[in-house]
Nanobody, 117 residues
Framework: QVEVVESGGGLVQPGGSLRLSCTAS????????MGWFRQAPGKEREFVATMRWAGGPEYADSVKGRFTISRENRKNTVYLQMNNLKPEDTAVYFC???????????WGQGTQVTVSA
């Protein structure tokens, strides 16, 4: 069984920064990719950024130049550094972990990010 746990959300003023963390754990889990999605009230869940273990990062156009995804291989952990945050970045941020081999997908419970003055 794979557990995905996010942390680091909170309330920040416009222009501020936050760093999210996500760790996937499980006895046999080996990641193919881990990344972030977000869902604002009344909207569908949308892609934010992903990191492929054998490749590199990808970003949604809306966050390019402001968000940076990085990884820590030994810990099956990804980080999302979010700078110059805007009110439209307000959402619940979910971590998605995809395993190598079978490609099974696992989601975290989400962490709230609120950008408001």
């Amino acid at each position: 069984q794979v557990e995905v746990v996010e942390s680091g959300g909170g309330l920040v003023q416009p222009g501020g920064s936050l760093r999210l963390s996500c760790t996937a754990s499980g006895r046999t889990f080996s990641p193919y990719a881990m990344g972030w999605f977000r869902q604002a009230p009344g909207k569908e869940r949308e892609f934010v950024a992903t990191m492929r273990w054998a490749g590199g990062p990808e970003y949604a156009d809306s966050v390019k130049g402001r968000f940076t995804i990085s990884r820590e291989n030994r810990k099956n952990t990804v980080y999302l550094q979010m700078n110059n945050l805007k009110p439209e970045d307000t959402a619940v941020y979910f971590c998605k972990a995809q395993s190598a081999g079978w490609g099974s997908i696992h989601w975290g419970q989400g962490t709230q990010v609120t950008v408001s003055a």
